[in-house]
């Protein structure tokens, strides 16, 4: 019996743990065999694990054939865009509930929650209205602020909760060495919050690189294009080319790895422990 308990139990977890695994890879392993399979079937008559003539041919196409670089590049350009732009309002209107005594301040953060909980499809006609009364309709300007409006209230929301985390005494101690307020935040607040700034920087480039909708509404040039509009106008009624979207999945897949780990020797908490005495 305790053979068992000592042999049996982890043996179950093992199994367990690589059941899990398999399940949560195989997605990726499909997208990537219909990369490489010829045709645009995601599978074929044989169940096959892996096509038998691998090509390329599916890359090649959407590179050469399709504006896909165009299209990659106005998607690197609105999300960069759209996590900067971010960044900059999320960290100081933040701040500014963290810090800050108001008039309103409840209010605002109240406000701000119930505006989370409302889906973000619902203010697509007042911003296309917006962005048309401005001259902005149609584009990447205008689509880097309709993103960044969508994720600028959980953002903030998250930069003020790691900002409470930091103890004042460290902007007291700041403005006491004769800083102002926007040093004390630039050369004080910011470097302590480099975790909290790069999961936001992700989720703010995430919310522009996978979103649709807004896209497709907001964008008319072909020309101005993000990959997800692009690839959707690639079926029709008759055809839906797997291969070409597997194949382009693939490669869109490559921008957010290469930030994520650029991004995660930040991702990690504490930094503000012993900071201060007592």
Request: with cysteine; charged share 10%; aromatic share 14%.
């Given at each position: 019996?305790?053979?068992?308990?000592?042999?049996?139990?982890?043996?179950?977890?093992?199994?367990?743990?690589?059941?899990?695994?398999?399940?949560?890879?195989?997605?990726?392993?499909?997208?990537?065999?219909?990369?490489?399979?010829?045709?645009?079937?995601?599978?074929?008559?044989?169940?096959?694990?892996?096509?038998?003539?691998?090509?390329l041919d599916n890359f090649i196409y959407i590179w050469t054939k399709k504006p896909f670089p165009l299209w990659l590049r106005n998607?690197?350009?609105?999300?960069?865009g759209?996590?900067?732009?971010?960044?900059?309002?999320?960290?100081?209107?933040?701040?500014?509930?963290?810090?800050?005594?108001?008039?309103g301040k409840r209010m605002t953060l109240i406000l701000l929650l119930a505006i989370q909980a409302f889906p973000s499809v619902l203010a697509l006609i007042p911003i296309y209205l917006i962005?048309?009364?401005?001259?902005?309709?149609?584009?990447?300007f205008g689509l880097i602020l309709a993103y960044m409006s969508i994720a600028l209230v959980f953002c903030t929301w998250?930069?003020?909760?790691?900002?409470?985390?930091?103890?004042?005494?460290?902007?007291?101690?700041?403005?006491?060495?004769?800083?102002t307020v926007t040093q004390a935040f630039w050369r004080i607040i910011l470097p302590l919050s480099l975790p909290a700034l790069a999961v936001t920087a992700l989720l703010m480039f995430l919310t522009a690189w996978n979103e649709w909708v807004m896209a497709s509404v907001l964008l008319q040039d072909e020309n101005t294009y993000t990959?997800?509009?692009?690839?959707?106008?690639?079926?029709?009624?008759?055809?839906?080319?797997?291969?070409?979207?597997?194949?382009?999945?693939?490669?869109?897949?490559?921008?957010?790895?290469?930030?994520?780990l650029g991004l995660q020797r930040y991702f990690r908490a504490g930094l503000t422990v012993g900071g201060v005495k007592g």
């Open positions: 019996m305790k053979a068992l308990s000592r042999y049996g139990v982890p043996a179950l977890l093992y199994v367990y743990l690589t059941a899990m695994v398999i399940f949560a890879l195989f997605p990726a392993f499909f997208v990537v065999q219909a990369a490489f399979r010829p045709g645009q079937s995601l599978y074929s008559l044989t169940l096959s694990l892996w096509p038998d003539h691998p090509t998607s690197v350009g609105v999300s960069v759209t996590m900067l732009a971010g960044l900059v309002g999320s960290a100081t209107g933040a701040y500014a509930l963290s810090r800050f005594r108001f008039a962005l048309k009364t401005v001259g902005l309709y149609g584009s990447p998250n930069l003020k909760g790691y900002f409470d985390t930091i103890p004042r005494e460290l902007d007291e101690a700041a403005l006491i060495d004769g800083c990959v997800p509009v692009g690839l959707w106008g690639l079926q029709n009624d008759y055809r839906v080319p797997w291969g070409y979207f597997a194949a382009a999945s693939l490669i869109v897949s490559v921008p957010v790895m290469a930030l994520f």
